[in-house]
T-cell receptor, first 110, second 111 residues
Framework: EDQVTQSPEALRLQEGESSSLNCSYT??????LFWYRQDPGKGPEFLFT???AGEEKEKERLKATLTKKESFLHITAPKPEDSATYLC???????????FGTGTRLQVFP | EPEVTQTPSHQVTQMGQEVILRCVPI?????FYWYRQILGQKVEFLVS????????KSEIFDDQFSVERPDGSNFTLKIRSTKLEDSAMYFC?????????FGQGTRLTVV
């Protein structure tokens, strides 16, 4: 069964304190792995998509990497406005749906 | 920047009533989806829609649910005979190729 597990569930960081979020997945043929940001009461906001092991994408203070079993979202020198829940999702071949993890709730304190 | 628009943002309904949730996908997108998120839980896939028909649906998407693209721009989710456990955020999404963009959601509260 296709599955996504994210860790940690929650992460508290001081402003400027870099860290990484983990997304482990099992999927019957990966079509794509996606990172989304979700603010409270809002819809997921697209950040990155990764397609194959070894691929990396960057956007401002965020960098996503992918291996055959997991993805990391690295946050460099975070700011309070980076506080949100970060969702990982996978899409298997021959399917339309995204399978989401439970997310990592990030809080960045000044 | 184009975005997926959902209305209403919040809907309160009596148990047993029917509700229609509405979405306007991004205009050049071809695939449309409904997902839901029960408070504190994962975002769950309900249904995908392509070329005016359902392309995939989950176990959750039973006869209580239906989708329609009535006029070429709107995409609706109908929930018949609502139950308390249908209370959730419902997200519409649309995609071109693999990139799915989500709306801000409709919070459905069944009382």
């Amino acid at each position: 069964e296709d599955q996504v597990t994210q860790s940690p569930e929650a992460l508290r960081l001081q402003e400027g304190e870099s860290s990484s979020l983990n997304c482990s997945y099992t999927v019957s043929g990966l079509r794509g792995l996606f990172w989304y940001r979700q603010d409270p009461g809002k819809g997921p906001e697209f950040l990155f998509t990764l397609y194959s092991a070894g691929e990396e994408k960057e956007k401002e203070r965020l960098k996503a990497t992918l291996t055959k079993k997991e993805s990391f979202l690295h946050i460099t020198a975070p700011k309070p406005e980076d506080s949100a829940t970060y969702l990982c999702a996978v899409q298997a071949r021959n399917t339309d749906k995204l399978i989401f993890g439970t997310g990592t709730r990030l809080q960045v304190f000044p | 920047e184009p975005e997926v628009t959902q209305t209403p943002s919040h809907q309160v309904t009596q148990m047993g009533q029917e509700v229609i949730l509405r979405c306007v996908p991004i205009s050049n997108h071809l695939y449309f989806y409904w997902y839901r998120q029960i408070l504190g839980q994962k975002v769950e896939f309900l249904v995908s829609f392509y070329n005016n028909e359902i392309s995939e649906k989950s176990e959750i998407f039973d006869d209580q649910f239906s989708v329609e693209r009535p006029d070429g721009s709107n995409f609706t989710l109908k929930i018949r005979s609502t139950k308390l456990e249908d209370s959730a955020m419902y997200f519409c999404a649309s995609s071109v190729e693999l990139l799915a963009f989500f709306g801000q959601g409709t919070r459905l509260t069944v009382v």
